[in-house]
């Protein structure tokens, strides 16, 4: 079993962080459009820094904890490339501003890291109350592949997302974006401004992608923090590769 120190939580969830904020300040700071050599090479710093984070949890745990991050990584990776798609459409159904988008990604993403860090610690219990979890865990990818293969052919739509529905439909809106504002003033009254709902698309997309990464990463590590480690890593490293 991975024993994970204090230190070593303190270390692990203090990268998570600084990476995502040194995200949100600099697009708070400098709005702009993310130009393609600007996204490659921080996709390839991020991938980088998830590489050696493999690397440090092998040196310092050792090398079987190390070789299943690493296939989770893989197996995550190969499972987030059509995550991207389904962010670019969110961001062209909604028209966000291109000096926008980095920061709505961003703070989208740390909404559902929070919440998949609740899944992941909720599965590890499961599996280690009940064996039958495997199968259960096992079905929900067979489900998943059905339905993609299903709806092969259609493209994701963003009307049919319920939250973003139910918020339409309970808050108040305007269609008009305020720079990087969540709440304006329209006809004057206070209303929440289009990336609220972006905000709330890109978390609730992502958490459908975690109903088939999160099984997947489990397949391959019954380590919780070896699981969460790969699909935090690939969250973070999806920040920038847009």
Known sequence: MLDVTTAGWVAT????????????????????AIGFREAVISSLAYVAIALLFGVALGLTAGWDPGAQYFAGYVVEKSLSVDNLFVFLIIMSTFAVPAEQQARALTIGIVAALVLRAIFIAAGAVLLDAFSVMFLLFGLVLVATSIQLLRHRNEDPSIEDNVLVATVRRLLPLTDRYDGERLVTRAGGR???????????????ADLLFALDSIPAAFGVTQHATTAGSCDESLAVVSVRQR
């Open 190 to 204: 206070r209303v929440l401004t289009p990336l609220v709902l972006v905000l709330v698309a890109i978390a609730s």
């Open 13 to 32: 969830l203090g990268l998570i962080a600084t990476l995502l904020g040194v995200d949100l300040l600099r697009s708070s700071r400098r709005p702009h």
